[in-house]
């Protein structure tokens, strides 16, 4: 399925979901509709593997073999909407994104340039796996130039959170009337562009979801500020976590 397909058919089913539960449960809709807008305060770490073999002739191959790593931090906008479906019970829906970085990407690639002479025989090689060639005695590789070139020279790269959302249960506690404590589980997506002048390319993660919340009643039962921490990606390719404070509002 297409990368960008599969949130958007996740996020109009979450909206048909959010819809649905207070009709289903028979719930009373008044205050317990809510909206809000949050200033998104995000952390990401992503990494990239790249391995390339090529071989234009018998005689001669290269491979090329690059890992990067980028971590960088930045205040994007964090729109929420939700419904209370009991009084300790809401579902939640999540869609985050802006805010950009310029960092310096750490980077380890190793570039192989073989070159064989004309009588070469593979036949020693036949079969063997990688570990087991390189164990070979020298005097099998007699003839053949290598050269190895190393980098490790960081390049500056911008940082931009595409994209991030998710679709949560919030079972909450309310205590002296005002205070709302709660926690967040459930699925979460991201996605993350990393552009140098020489190239770009975009991470993305999804599954597991999580966070906790606290909220204080302004106006009781309207508006209210609130603060969270929820972890949206964690995965090898992208990590992202956020701290947010915003407003919400009941209808």
């Known amino acids: 399925m297409n990368i960008i ?16 539960l207070p009709a289903a449960a028979q719930l009373n809709l008044e205050g317990r509709q809510y909206v809000g807008l949050s200033l998104f305060s995000w952390d990401s770490q992503s990494a990239r593997t790249q391995a390339s073999f090529d071989f234009p002739s018998e005689l001669e191959g290269n491979f090329s073999f690059e890992q990067t790593q980028a971590d960088a931090s930045a205040l994007g906008v964090r729109l929420q909407a939700g419904v209370r479906m009991t009084d300790w019970l809401a579902a939640e829906l999540h869609v985050a994104g802006g805010g950009s970085k310029k960092v310096m990407q750490e980077r380890a690639a190793v570039d192989i340039a073989v070159t064989l002479p004309a009588d070469f025989d593979p036949t020693p090689f036949e079969g063997l796996t990688l570990d087991e060639i390189l164990n070979l005695d020298p005097s099998v590789f007699e003839g053949v130039d290598i050269d190895v070139t190393e980098d490790d020279t ?25 205070f709302t404590v709660s ?15 020489a190239s770009w390319y975009t991470a993305s993660g ?3 979801a999580y966070g906790a919340a606290a909220e204080f009643a302004v106006l009781k039962d309207k508006l209210s500020v609130v603060a969270d921490y929820v972890q949206y990606a964690d995965e090898d390719i992208l990590q992202i976590d956020a701290i947010s404070l915003g407003v919400r509002f009941r209808y």
């Open 5 to 20: 397909t599969r949130p958007l058919r996740v996020l109009a089913g979450a909206c048909a979901l959010l819809m649905a």
């Open 206 to 208: 999804s599954g597991l």
């Open 183 to 197: 926690a967040l589980v459930g699925w979460g997506y991201a996605k993350a562009d990393v552009r140098s002048d």
């Open 154 to 178: 960081p390049a500056r790269v911008k940082y931009r959170l595409n994209q991030a959302w998710g679709l949560f249960l919030r079972p909450n506690y309310t205590f002296a009337e005002r």
